[in-house]
């Protein structure tokens, strides 16, 4: 990286904001060396993912740095999260434009520190360049799983039940929230939404203890309906959801209660980090056992069968009083 009118040069930025993150993984070298090594635990595979976020796509110029690097994070431990892996590592390239300032970098490591401490995860590398354009943020986790045992998408089984942790449609009607167009609503409530949006929690403490319960599992980021139709295609079957049976926050109802138009943003919105997966019925006493200890919500919302021939829809809503909910371009509507 070129040095910058604000910015100390790029190797003075690794030793003081990201080598202290790398403290306590040998394999990370204390970021002096060219390359991280990580092994699997015996008995394990390591399972990586990547996934970056934009300056104007992904969050506002002006959001708290903090908050940027731990959703950077956020949204891969809970790739993880939903393939049943624990995670270990991860490595951030970061380009930063010319007006950034060191103490905007500053905020940014300590964000990733207090998530550091909450998920048990090291920074073992990276890259840190310059860019014309905006903020642009990669983060690329690894964690481990049992050999062999990973969650699919592609395993559901036609009779299995269609499970949800959390609550679902949070962080969409938080952006509607931020777009100013939920202008009415409490501002209790409206704080818990944003901050669902700004700050995904990734279910990485229950995800290990899905493996050998759930049959498929991924997560909620591109909206439960859309991620659903994810599961669905790679499994090969279609589902049945009953759209009353969705888990909401009082938050959401609330919206609901005056909105009722909204259940589409519900459904559909995405960027809730929620696990969906799916299970044998007999499950649901074992996995509400496991929602007590761990203290996750866990509904059952839906159910898998085969997929009928024609051109019936792939996932059939059903509504209050039991009809379906249709979908068209705009999104879905009442039958
Ligand atoms: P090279 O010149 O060999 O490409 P770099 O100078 O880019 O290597 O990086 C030197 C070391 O610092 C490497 O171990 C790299 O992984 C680490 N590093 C660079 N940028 C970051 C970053 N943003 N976060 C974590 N580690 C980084
Ligand atoms: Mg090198």
Not at 128 to 145: C, E, L, N, R
Not at 159 to 177: P, Q
Not at 229 to 245: F, K, N, T
Request: aromatic letters at 6%; hydrophobic letters at 45%; a negative charge.
């Amino acid at each position: 990286m070129k040095q910058t009118a604000n910015l100390p040069g790029e190797f003075e930025l690794i030793a003081r904001y990201f080598a202290p993150l790398a403290r306590g993984f040998p394999g990370a070298f204390g970021l002096l060396d060219d390359v991280a090594v990580i092994a699997p635990l015996p008995g394990h595979e390591l399972v990586a993912k990547t996934d970056a976020i934009v300056g104007g796509v992904h969050f506002l110029h002006d959001d708290p740095p903090d908050l940027i690097a731990r959703k950077a994070l956020r949204v891969n431990l809970s790739d993880l999260a939903a393939k049943g892996a624990v995670p270990r590592a991860y490595m951030l390239d970061i380009m930063l434009p010319k007006t950034v300032t060191e103490a905007w970098i500053a905020a940014f490591a300590r964000g990733l520190a207090d998530d550091q401490n909450e998920y048990g995860v090291h920074l073992i590398g990276g890259d840190t360049d310059s860019t014309p354009g905006p903020v642009t943020v990669a983060i690329m986790a690894f964690g481990d799983v049992a050999t062999g045992r990973m969650l699919r998408r592609g395993g559901a089984r036609a009779g299995d039940t269609v499970f949800v942790t959390g609550t679902i449609g949070d962080a969409a009607l938080g952006l509607t929230v931020l777009r100013g167009q939920l202008a009415n609503l409490d501002t209790n409530a409206a704080d818990f939404l944003v901050g669902r949006y700004r700050l995904p929690r990734p279910r990485v403490r229950l995800s290990p203890r899905l493996i050998g319960i759930a049959n498929a599992a991924l997560d909620v980021s591109d909206g439960l309906l859309a991620d659903l139709g994810h599961l669905c295609e790679a499994s090969e079957l279609a589902a049945v959801i009953e759209a009353p049976r969705v888990p909401l926050s009082t938050a959401v109802r609330a919206v609901l209660a005056t909105h009722s138009g909204h259940i589409t943003t519900v459904l559909t919105g995405g960027d809730d980090y929620e696990i969906l997966f799916t299970a044998p019925p007999e499950a649901v006493n074992e996995l509400a056992e496991l929602s007590r200890t761990l203290d996750v919500p866990i509904t059952p919302i839906g159910r898998m069968r085969s997929p009928s021939i024609g051109k019936q829809p792939q996932i059939t809503v059903l509504g209050e009083s039991g009809k379906p909910l249709i979908f068209d371009r705009s999104g879905w509507t009442h039958f």
